[in-house]
Each structure stands twice: as structure tokens, then as C-alpha cells.
């Protein structure tokens, strides 16, 4: 049973950073792709970043930049550094990894942005 858990969110004022971190357990080949997205009240779920087996990544334009994905391949972990973090980055942040038969969603992590 695959199992994906996030942790490092907070409350953070306007130009601060916060790293989250993702761990994904449970899939005999691992995870292709590891990413984050976040849903904001009211908005639809995003993609914020992500990042396959072999490195490539892909960032929405509104934290390119700002925001850093990383990620462990042996430890099927992906991190995501934010730096000067705005309001308008306050959501929930999910975690999501991907196999070859199907995807997976952490529970959520909140990240709330004071101006």
C-alpha cells in the first residue's frame, strides 16, 4: 500500500521561507514523478512543482524563481525549498508521486502567508 506524507508547513510573514518535505513509501519501482501542487480557498487545485526520476523539473510561472524542488531517489523524498514567500502563496499544499499504474496524495500540508 503506497503511503505519501508531507510535513513543514506553517505560518511564515510576507519575504520568509519554509521547506516542505514529501516521503513516499510503498511501490516496489518507486515513483517516476514527485511534485507539489496547493489549493487555495475557493481555487482550484494547481500545480506548483515537480520533478521526474531523472531530474527534470517544471514550475508554475508564479514561483519560478522562488521556489526549489529537490528530491532523494533512494529515500523516494522530494523537497520543496519557498523563499520570499507572498500572501498569495497561502494554501494547502499537497504532495503527489506518480507510478506507472497510477498517482498518489498526501494528506495536505497548510502554508499561511501574512502580509
Known amino acids: 500500500q503506497v503511503h505519501v506524507v508531507e510535513s513543514g508547513g506553517g505560518l511564515v510573514q510576507a519575504g520568509g521561507s519554509l521547506r516542505l518535505s514529501c516521503a513516499a513509501s510503498?511501490?516496489?519501482?518507486?515513483?517516476?514523478?514527485m511534485g507539489w501542487y496547493r489549493q487555495a480557498p475557493g481555487k482550484q487545485r494547481e500545480l506548483v512543482a515537480a520533478m521526474t526520476r531523472d531530474g527534470s523539473t517544471n514550475y508554475a510561472g508564479s514561483v519560478q524563481g522562488r521556489f526549489t524542488i529537490s528530491r532523494d531517489n533512494p529515500k523516494d523524498t522530494v523537497y520543496l525549498q519557498m523563499t520570499s514567500l507572498k500572501p498569495e502563496d497561502t494554501a494547502v499544499y499537497y504532495c503527489?508521486?506518480?507510478?506507472?499504474?497510477?498517482?498518489?496524495w498526501g494528506q495536505g500540508t497548510q502554508v499561511t502567508v501574512s502580509s
Open positions: 510503498g511501490s516496489a519501482f518507486g515513483f517516476n514523478a
Open positions: 503527489n508521486a506518480k507510478t506507472y499504474w497510477g498517482e498518489y
